[in-house]
């Protein structure tokens, strides 16, 4: 008992450090005596006890043995671990030492560094004078320079000028921008004076650039060398702004030129102005259909020149094509909306509105087989808006309205002026007594709508309202003018002659426009006639039965005896 205490006072201090070793303990003796207990609980299992207690022991030793190795094999790797760090230590310290013989020797040569740097700002400004020197020659020759590059743009040797001038523009920029990191603006306004010449250089080369710009259509037919060479230039100088541009410290005087916007500005006021600042345009019908045939022939044949040589003549990027293109339009846009201010006729705006709405996007013009499919001016929008084609309808038909009053008040008054004539008013087929009146309001209403179906449908139907509203007042009108011929002639019966004759005619001249007026409707399955339209062809027809009633009734009692 009392080893046991001691066992258990000498244990207890490991198992305050490791309580898992004395639970791993209690677990392993507890499996142990459950399976002791199980396999020899019956007495014919005690004869294997020595068998078992050997076998256990085998186990042991070999457990013991594989745990030495291992121990020992960790025990070696700490050791080499150990040396290893030993090493370290003394590399460490070692580096230490010489870091602070540098850090002394540094220290030493501090003196030394300050003529270094004596030395270095000497260089620096023997390279500065070395570079004035060798620009000072091409200082002395600028005004040589600039005359001889002035006699090149005289003679049109414009690659050889343009070089010249970019010359002398990277000589004074490089002293300006030299002058601007030493802080010495004073001195820039006297480089500025001393290179003045340059701008009036830059002018004269840009005037003859786009004097060759504005004159390019003809001169990619001619001779597009010049053209090119413009184009050349212009890229350049488009080159140069870009380089500057991205260099923010110092921009030189005059940049960016932005002469490629040029370009494009120049080449659209080209187009604009050749073709549509032109004097007043005829108001009538013939001058403005031969005005915008010539705009029609002329496009076409620029575009073409365009889409064949111009654009083998300019980078891919210019999209050359694509902007002249859209600079008709535009143009053609703007023009067109002038002329429709002007107080054209109804022949002119007839004209206008199918040249808008068919000719320009038909095969005759920018549909046209040699335009396509790199024009397609679809993408640009209408070339006068819907409002506008509305509004130009309108007018139209106002212009329209008021021609149709105008024949219709001279073909009345031809009319009744017949009724004074000698003869009879002639027959039909079957003998009754008719004119060609009605033939000839139907076919002037029909001509007039169906010509329009050409341009819009709602065009037509504008005419089509506009017909049977002045069919319907010169229904009023007949009225009024029967109304009076039956007044003069109650007064005269003798004038005119065949009053009776010419009653009846026009009493079937008005049958038959009520038999006519549904074949002007623009859709052939919808005949109906407005219920306004039928009332006075109705009242038209009462009244010349009235006044054939009254005649007759006079004629009756002229001749039958008096009560």
Known sequence: MGTSAEDEQGASPREEEWPEVEKAEKLARGAALKWASGVFYRPENLEGLGHYRSRETQRNSSIQSRLKSTVQSYLEGVSAGLEQLRAAVQEVQSVCQELGAARWALLDCADRFQDLQQMRALMAEHVQLASVVQVLPQLFSVHEVFSHTLQLLRGQHLLEA???????????????????????SSAQATVLAYFGGLQELNESLAKQLWGIVASSLQLVREDPVLFVTAVRII???????????????????GRPKGWRQKFYHVLQETITGSRFHTPRVDAEGPGLSRHLEALQRDIVSELRVVKDLMVQCVPAHYNILSLCAATYHQALAGHLQDLLREDLDKQALFHLLKWVLHVYHSSEMMGHPDLLPEVDVSSLGPLISPELVDQTERRYVVKLKASVLEWMQRTLKTEFEEWFWEKEPETDHQGFFQSDLPVHVIEMLNSNIEVTSSITDSLQQKVYNMALEELEAFLGRLREALVQRGKEHQQDRTIPKHYVHYLLAMLNNVLALSSSVPTLHPNSSCREVPASLRAALDRTQKKACQLLLEELLLDLQVRLPRP
Not at 236 to 250: G, P, V
């Open 235 to 253: 890229e350049r100088e488009e080159k140069i702004d870009d380089m500057l541009l991205l260099d923010a410290t110092f921009l030189p005087p």
């Open 162 to 184: 343009h070089a010249e001038i970019m010359m002398l523009e990277h000589l004074r920029d490089d002293i300006l921008s030299q002058l601007h990191l030493r802080g010495l």
